[in-house]
């Protein structure tokens, strides 16, 4: 027998449940599917969350590590590899159940199984133990996510070559262990195996890690982590790579010539793809542009007026609170709400340490539109805070318009960066201007007063940092 | 060496959009000639060559938006020089800008969409086509490309939503605040703007007054059907009459007996044809209401609900509408008490002929301060006209016919006009909207009336 539903949401991940959930919550009746028991998506299970928790176990270690110079010596710590694993799965388990729970209270129907549209109103669905059930619908939210990029060649077995999944299986710690590609997740796994106790070595074709983030950031990442990591190869390519009797032979290339090394696991992270394929598309009017995303209009709608999509299928950037906003404004917009997807910006952050985030525009965005802007830059070595962590590798950016003094960007580079985004995204959503900042009191001693004090730094008159520039 | 530019096209438009362009470069051009067709946001017309010449070189393509002083092409005076024709035009030339365009778009988007671009290339296409720009599509319309190269708008995420909610553009509204940011207040203030005086934010928010009008069915579940787009004309025509349409209207109608006057009126008619016009009974009825206007000035005010100001005309301005194949325009004989009605038939001719072919100029089209619309032409008995906005009563007149009317003890055949006369009843009490048509009807009647009683 078919099922009928207002809704159905395919994939569970960080834009597909909380669609599901506001959708339930405006009276819709609603269906989620997802091949895995519970909701949570890469996200939850083979992403943000397990790295975060072993980067938190990554940072026990460093700190440790670092209190030496502080007068407080531990001895080397011992690692439970296995105990590391559990925690990181009760963890997961924690999370991914509360989230079913959360499903069953709303009464969403969660189907453990695959999706596959037939039409633009009915849908197949394959179930674990292979039953198959018909289901139609009044609307969709295509939120099937996105997957490792793999390199043609290098095949991924997850044993001795790994993608992110594997790495956060956390089967063995290698001793050798080469990160091909400088992004943020190479970055990521590559400071856990190293706080674990791996000579960790990335290699990256472009001329530095992280790429696409403005080079005041990553070279103060890139410093701390030349002294962490084995070795950083940049300008660098991989010609081959050759399973070995004892592990991974890779061949590599630079402007020096060829040369080779042997690792005991590979992991590979160039990048992620989005799961357009394999879910019926074909049999829709969705279209999806040459990259492999779907095209979707401000209301998160696709070319076919009922199916919608979200998060990564639906375009960059790949981030899991971009989705779980746009699931929120599509299951409003489909229980007849007028409301868009009107974000000012998507802060990003890696979580490496020094972490690094983002939010708004970048120095180099802003002049390549043409926007008069004038930046401020606030070291860490001038912040209470950071010297009473002994952590001043860190620096506050922000970048406003010049005439308006409206506030286009924020960055930070440090401990906890992560958390001091938070404001630069309301500051930008608000369109807050240099003096709503400088004005607001930031508490003492904080972070946080980095952010208050790059604000009066775009009048000349900060605190801590001598004018230099502003008469 | 001689440069068309755009004139100066009337009071507060300052730039146009190219509809057409009649010649291409080694062209020759006479003065007078139309060079391009042009559109405001008030009219469609044709802009004449200043002087005799040949065409070097056309600076502009269809569907450019050009400012008042523009460049929009160089002619070589004199055009004795008769030198070969042109090499055929190339439709080509106004490919690359739209290719252009397109290009442009791609690279702001940064990721390529197949099915996208051409979307857009077709938006393009449909613009240059219809000459138009139709960067004021209400925000609700939304559209599969984004703009990413754009800055958000200064306000905050609860001010956009209230924006979006009462489906202003953001981007529309000035901000108040210090660095222009957006307040919640200013987006309230736009939208109690933009509903109170429609006349003043037609130019910048055009299409947006919509009083809660519920959204149209869908009409293909019933059968076929076609979707056009409006012209400029049919929009504003529809967006003024909405807005006319708050008036509280009320129509009298009367029947004036012209017998006489029509055959007075045939007597006359060789005389206007001489001078170049045409004596029908438009231009009599122009100049007879002209008088009755001197006699009842409410009739020729205006009301400032703002204000509570009733502003009274010393002018005398007499709209009419004329029907063209663009829509319908109401331009008018200025100081039409002031002129004869062989010169106003004249005039009316004139006027006419350049409305129908796009030569009137936006200035002409404004100002009239009461308006004669006249069916008679094509028939029927009463209808009520819409008070042409900001006037305050409008004439219509419908088909004369001979009826009989018992005259001295018999019936006789005698020609009569129907007339209806709507009019703001803010302004305007029942009791002198009949004392004016009968003033009318016995001015029609007996004309000398206007020799003893007019003004």
Known sequence: MAIITQLVVIGAGPGGYPAAFRAADLGLDVTLIDHEKNPGGVCLYRGCIPSKALLHVANIINESEHAKELGITYTKPKVDIKRVAEWKNEVVTKLTGGAGFLAKQRKVNYIQGNGVLIDSNNLKVTKEDGSEENLTFDNCVIATGSRPTEIPGIKVDNKKILNSKGALDLESIPKELLVIGGGYIGLEMGSVYSALGSAVTVVEMMDSILSTVDKDFSKILHKKLTKEFKEILLNTKVLEVKNTKNGIKVQFENNDGKFDHEYDKVLVSVGRKPNSENIGLENTKVVINKRGFIEIDQQRRTNDTNIFAIGDVAGDPMLAHKATHEGRVVAEVIAGEDVAYDAATVPAVIFTDPEIAWCGLTEQEAKDKNIDIKVTKFPWGASGRAITLDRTDGLTKLVFETETERILGVGLVGPGAGELISEGVLAVEMAARASDISLSIHPHPTLTETFMEAAEMFFGNSTHVIRSRRK | ?455
Not at chain 2, 262 to 281: F, P, V
Not at chain 2, 389 to 408: H, N, Q, R, T, W
């Open chain 2, 1 to 455: 060496m001689s440069d068309i530019t755009l004139p100066e096209l009337g009071e507060g438009i300052d730039e146009a959009t190219i509809i057409n362009i009649f010649v291409s470069p080694g062209d020759k051009i006479k003065k007078e000639q139309s060079v391009i067709e042009i559109e405001t946001d008030k009219a469609a017309l044709e802009l004449p060559s200043p002087v005799d010449g040949m065409i070097s070189e056309m600076l502009v393509s269809n569907g450019d938006v050009i400012k008042i002083g523009d460049l929009i092409a160089k002619v070589e005076e004199g055009g004795s020089t008769t030198k070969e024709k042109p090499a055929p035009k190339e439709k080509k030339k106004e490919r690359p800008k739209i290719e252009e365009i397109a290009e442009e778009v791609v690279e702001e988007k940064d990721e390529e969409s197949v099915k996208v671009d051409e979307h857009k290339e077709e938006e393009i296409l449909q613009k240059e086509m219809s000459g138009r720009d139709d960067k004021t599509e209400p925000d609700n319309v939304v559209s599969i490309v984004k703009d990413e190269n754009k800055v958000s708008a200064p306000a905050s995420p609860s001010t956009r939503k209230l924006a979006r909610e009462l489906g202003i553009d953001i981007n529309s509204i000035p901000g108040t605040d210090p660095g222009g940011r957006i307040s919640s207040e200013d987006v309230i203030n736009y939208a109690k703007n933009l509903i109170a005086n429609l006349e003043t934010t037609a130019d910048t928010h055009r299409g947006t007054y919509q009083p809660n009008i519920p959204a149209l069915p869908d009409f293909s579940k019933w059968g076929e059907i076609e979707k056009i787009k409006m012209g400029t004309v049919r929009r504003l025509t529809a967006e003024n009459l909405t807005m006319a349409w708050t008036i509280p209207h009320v129509t009298n109608h009367d029947r004036a007996d012209i017998t006489e006057l029509d055959q007075l009126r045939k007597m006359n008619k060789q005389k206007a044809k001489d001078a170049g016009g045409n004596l029908t009974i438009t231009p009599i009825l122009i100049k007879i209401v002209s008088s009755a206007l001197k006699v009842f000035p409410e009739f020729n005010a205006s009301i400032d609900m703002e204000s509570n100001e009733i502003i009274y005309k010393k002018f005398v301005n007499i709209g009419f509408a004329v029907d063209t194949e663009r829509g319908l325009y109401v331009p008018n004989i200025q100081n039409a008490d002031k002129k004869n009605i062989i010169d106003i038939a004249v005039e009316l001719s004139d006027i006419s002929e350049r409305t129908r072919n796009k030569k009137i100029t936006p200035d002409e089209l404004k100002g009239s301060t009461f308006t004669v619309s006249n069916l008679g032409g094509i028939g029927g008995t009463y209808f009520s006209p819409i008070i042409y906005y900001p006037d305050v009563a409008i004439l219509g007149v419908s088909k004369s016919s001979f009826e009989p009317v018992y005259i001295d003890g018999k019936f006789e055949p005698r020609l009569m006009m129907p007339l209806s006369l709507s009019y703001d009843h803010r302004i305007i009490d029942g009791a002198a909207a009949a004392r004016f048509l009968t003033w009318l009807v016995k001015a029609l009647e007996e004309p000398f009336q206007i020799l003893f009683e007019g003004k």
